[in-house]
Every structure is written in structure tokens, then in C-alpha cells.
């Protein structure tokens, strides 16, 4: 019987000496390639006879998939899967999984801190520094006004498992808290204390809105003109999901003319951004590489998460976290 064949399209680690060393001790095929930008035609030929794909940022299209020739399972390398074709995937049988435990808790950080660098001005305190030791003019108009955030109104866009932990990192500081989530349960809402309202309330009554939803077509532009004017003019957005779910330029226009206050965006229409992209250059927003998901440990997590979804289908057992629940794995004589 044929080796069971594991490919892995691109990576962010440095290396993958210690897949390679799992995989071998269960007898796998494995092979990894650098192919986040990959053609259709390239990734095609980099998984020709793979039975699982790892994928973490190449584009799993329909063409893609549709060309598959044997696979079974495709694991997203992260949590969201907007890379993938889950439609095309159900539709040819093959289950797609994806990873959402890893980095909890550094979105969440991530975002609380862009929640507070907003809120008291970080990267204009850092200039007025500059001047103040270049000069010795201490000129605090640069900074004003900086209002506390402590008694104030936050807005949660999604309450999955990084809303929920943005929730918890705020407790004691005496905040309102608005959830927009039409997915929530009445039992989880109960065990929260919470209130979920319409994203048009969440919008007019929040000093802060940090969002932490998927990237699917409900999402997209979610936040775009219209509800940039239905904001506080002190309000601060935060994004830690996916870029598309903020249309970018409306951001820049809405913070340039002040319909908003201030913006901690982590994440971009098309990565890596383009370097005249205005919103870099916008003195009102502060922009980090999509470093959120990043910490030494999140790293290992998922590493191991992955490598055990593969011991799983070696069983013939489904992945942890399936996104195409419909779909039964198939054997290797199914």
C-alpha cells in the first residue's frame, strides 16, 4: 500500500525539521514547498498524489481544487479559511479543517493593546517626546485630548473565542460592553451577562469597536462609509480579523475628516500592503504587520495541532475542527 503523502504549500516558520522528523516516525510522504504566491499551476504540481494539504496563505481556488487528484483533507494553516474554496471542497468530498485554538490569546492582546494605543494617543505621546527633547517645549497640544477609557463603551464585533477573551482581558475597568454576533446562543449570553445588540447600535453607541468576526461574504465591507458616519467622532476602530471585513480607503477618508477619532488595524485588504497605501501614512491610525497571531508559544500550538489532525486522518478520523461538517472523511479505498 502507497504511503500516505502529506504536502505542505508555503510556511511561516523557520523551518519544518520537526514535521519532518513526526511525519517520518509515522511513516508519511511528506514534502513542503514555498508557494504563497504560487500559481494555480505550480501548487497543482506541488500536491500531485497528496492525500492531506496544509495550506497557509496559498490560494486553495476551485481551480485548484478541482484539480486535486487524490486529496482528502486540506488543513488551514490559522483559523480563518478565506483561502480556501470550502464549496468547491464539499463539493468534491474533501474535508477542510482548520486550526482556531493557537492564537486566542495573542489577537486578543494584540487588540486590547491597539484598544489602548488608540485610546491614549501612543505614537503622538512618542512625538511629543521627540520634541520635547529635541526643543524643550513641551507642546501637550499634540496630544489632546486623550480621554480615559475607564467607565467607557465598547463594541464587540463577533464573540467567538477572541471576542470572548477580549471580553474577559477588560473586566475591571468598569466598562459597557455591546456584542454583535447573530450567532450567539441564548444560553451563552446568559452564562455572560451580556446583551447582543444590531451592529447599527453597537456602531452609535460605542467609544470603542474592536471586531473580531470572519472574513465570509456577510462580512465583507462590513464596516465601509455609511457606518463610519453612524459613529462617535471619538470613537476608535480596531481590527485584528481580516482586512476585507473594513473597506480601507473609507477608513482613511473617515479618520482624515475626522468622522472617527482613531483606528489599531492589524490587518489589510491585500498583504503585504502596498507601500502607498494611504492609511500607513495616516497620522491617525497606528498599522502592525499582522503580527497579532504571533507568540513562541502560539507557534508550537499550532505545529502540534496539525500534526495531530494528520495522526487523526491516518485513523480514518475527522480533524478536530471541522469547517464542512457535512462531509464524512473518506477512506483511502472510499
Known sequence: MAKTRVVITDYIEPNLEWEQKQFEQMGVDFAYYQLKFGTPEQILEATTGADVV??????MNARVIEGLDRCRLIIRHGIGYDNIDVETATRR???VAIEPDYCVLEVAEQAVMLIFACQRKLLRQRALLRQWVDTNDYAAEMVRPIHRLHGKTVGILGFGRTGHAVYQMLQGMDLKFLIC????SEARKKDFGIRTASLEEVLKESDVVTIHTPLIKETHHLIDGPQFKLMKKTAILVNTARGPIVNQDALDRALREGEIAHAGI???QTEPPPPDLPLLNNENAICTPHSSWYSEEAGWIIRQDIVEDVKLFLQDQGPKNQVNPEIQLRSDTG
Not at 496544509?54 to 490560494?59: E, F, L, T, V, Y
Not at 454576533?181 to 450567539?184: E, G, S
Open 266 to 268: 492589524d490587518v489589510y
Open 54 to 59: 496544509i495550506a497557509n496563505m496559498a490560494d
Open 181 to 184: 454576533d447573530p450567532y450567539i
Open 93 to 95: 468530498g474533501i474535508v
